[in-house]
């Protein structure tokens, strides 16, 4: 008997990563953990919700409709994912001083702000001016791209800052909070890595053919490939990590033993 599976890699990565979410989704619910990081659940359910809106509304909605639906949902989880941000950095550094988190604040702030202003190229300002439905789309899109690349910025800051200072404040490396910023910037240094590379090839690359052409869209097509197998895998080691407990955590009410019998 002979098996014929049609998936492309595209479809084959877009189903692990959906499975994977829903995966996630479940042992935050299911092991409590979604109480205690109450943004990170929302924004692992936004990019469930876009994953499965993406298939279900692709190619039976006019394009002016559904990316105005899009780029509405990046929108709100670009927002998730700052608020995401802040929340850990709040259990990491909970012992952190008011000035130190502050001072540290404005300063990686100031750096990613830095590297948002050199990098990529920015639109003309007469190609966002709000003054006609398309100048608006435009608008939302730089907002929403540049929103992203600040949330990934912030998650590659808030790691480093983590591994070297996250144990001083008692977030160790095996903390359900030192483990999500470890997934995060990982995800968004493969993110990062593959806006760059394309940067960098878009600028040097002039195709003169259709094949030249062909071959550097198929170089885009296995960067974005590999960007998506490191997300899978980041969700996979999410869905161990939170799976189980922190060191030094209480043990579950099952285990624990019961009341002494009282005496006769």
Not at 147 to 165: C, H, N, Q, T
Not at 197 to 202: Q, Y
């Amino acid at each position: 008997m002979h098996f014929n599976f049609d998936f492309t890699a595209v479809q084959t990565l877009w189903t692990l990563t959906l499975a994977a979410h829903l995966v996630l989704l479940v042992v935050l619910l299911g092991r409590d953990r979604a109480r205690r990081f109450r943004w990170f659940f929302i924004g692992i359910a936004l990019v469930t919700l876009r994953l499965i809106a993406s298939r279900l509304l692709f190619g039976r909605m006019p394009q002016l409709t559904l990316g105005e639906i899009f780029l509405a949902l990046a929108l709100v989880s670009a927002i998730v994912g700052l608020l995401v941000i802040v929340e850990l950095s709040r259990a990491i550094f909970r012992g952190a001083s008011r000035g130190a988190w502050v001072v540290t604040s404005i300063a990686v702030l100031a750096a990613c702000a830095l590297v948002m202003a050199a990098w990529g190229p920015w639109p003309t300002w007469a190609s966002v001016v709000p003054n006609s439905i398309y100048n608006a789309l435009n608008l939302l899109q730089l907002v929403t791209q540049k929103g992203g690349m600040l949330v990934d910025l912030l998650s590659v800051a808030l790691g480093v800052l983590a591994a070297l200072l996250g144990r001083r404040f008692g977030a160790g490396w095996r903390s359900h909070a030192q483990q999500i910023v470890i997934g995060l910037s990982m995800a968004s240094l493969g993110q990062l890595a593959t806006q760059g590379i394309w940067l960098a090839i878009t600028k040097t690359a002039h195709p003169h053919s259709m094949d030249e052409y062909a071959h550097m869209m198929g170089l885009r097509e296995k960067l974005l490939n590999a960007n998506s197998a490191l997300y899978v895998l980041v969700l996979i080691a999410w869905i161990v990590w939170l799976w189980r407990d922190e060191p030094g955590s209480a043990a579950p009410a099952a285990d624990q033993p019961s009341e002494p019998a009282p005496e006769a």
